[in-house]
């Protein structure tokens, strides 16, 4: 299960929603259970994703499957569930899987003993140890759920008990919360770069290629790439019948690099306009020139605002 659950880590998105809010379970409980030192957070609006092929496949959603299959749970019982990295190799790195729904998550946990699961106690909670990968596997609450390496899960207790050692706490998440709308979205992304990565543009860049390269999503590859250097990137997926809203906001260094790449931005947009469609031009180029052409750009100070809508070609086009 190690396996599977690094490879989902490594996918992208993340979870941009409000965290002030008082509803308890879901996406509001799990924010504030994110360590502090994740890197990348994938979060998925499970129900509004399970049923759609498209979007599985965007998220790789059969390695989900086998996860919640391995460790016991109700697909149609799950209503989110968010991964979270700090992009150091397993098994030392931070690595985890939280899921919130209507499962009794202390008999799913329970139901590991009985299965030959060691158990350890973190933080006042049981986890359960699966001797294959020792990934282990507790419950937060009644309708929570977490799995993951050892560091992760002590990560989680962290973030449980002390909301300074919690994702939901770092500026760039509380400024890209606020940014994005408030529409709940089936697929969501955040990569906050620490500080160490932000002292080193090339770094930083080479995270953000690594982890925007799911699924083979060629135009939003290229305009993360485009994009480059920034503090944090936040992107929601949406689907409507044969298109998928994206939504892209990037907190770069400053104010400079912001108007900068803003201008390359909106060249490129330009350019696509007056290239057009060549009748050599590959199916694919062709479909990216149009999406580039319909992107929108807006910038306020170092925060950059991008909107485009892709089809299934560009976004899926394995």
Not at 8 to 29: D, E, F, I, K
Not at 134 to 144: E, H, K, M, N
Not at 256 to 265: E, K, N, P, T
Not at 289 to 312: A, E
Request: glycine residues 10%.
């Amino acid at each position: 299960m190690r396996s599977r659950l690094a490879a989902a880590s490594l996918l992208c998105l993340c979870a941009l929603w409000p965290v002030g809010c008082g509803r308890t379970g879901g996406r509001q409980v799990s924010a504030r259970l994110v360590p502090a030192d994740a890197l990348v957070v994938l979060s998925v609006n499970w129900q509004a994703v399970r049923g759609d092929s498209d979007l599985l496949a965007i998220i790789k959603g059969a390695e989900f499957k086998k996860v919640l299959a391995d460790i016991g749970v109700d697909e149609k019982s799950i209503t989110d569930l968010l991964i979270f990295a700090d992009g150091v190799s397993n098994p030392h790195g931070s690595t985890g899987m939280l899921l919130s729904g209507s499962f009794h998550a202390p008999a799913v946990a329970g139901a590991l003993k009985k299965r030959g699961w060691p158990r350890e106690t973190h933080g006042g909670h049981d986890f359960y140890i699966n001797p294959a990968d020792g990934v282990r596997l507790g419950a937060l609450d009644s309708g929570v759920l977490v799995c993951g390496t050892k560091k992760g899960i002590e990560s989680v207790i962290r973030a449980k008990s002390d909301p300074n050692a919690s994702f939901a706490s770092k500026d760039v998440f509380k400024r890209l919360s606020k940014l994005f709308s408030p529409a709940k979205v089936p697929i969501s992304m955040v990569i906050a770069f620490p500080q160490q990565f932000q002292d080193a543009a090339d770094a930083a860049l080479q995270v953000s290629s690594v982890v925007m390269d799911f699924a083979g999503v060629g135009p939003l590859g290229q305009l993360m790439n485009k994009i480059g250097y920034s503090r944090a990137i936040g992107c929601s997926i949406g689907h409507e019948g044969n298109s998928f809203p994206v939504e892209l906001i990037a907190i770069m260094k400053d104010e400079d690099a912001a108007a900068f790449v803003s201008g390359g931005l909106t060249l490129l947009k330009g350019i696509g306009a007056l290239v057009g469609q060549p009748p050599a031009r590959s199916s694919e180029e062709a479909e990216a020139i149009r999406t580039f052409q319909n992107m929108s750009i807006s910038r306020k100070n170092d925060v950059l605002s991008i909107g485009l809508v892709m089809s299934r070609k560009n976004l899926l086009p394995n």
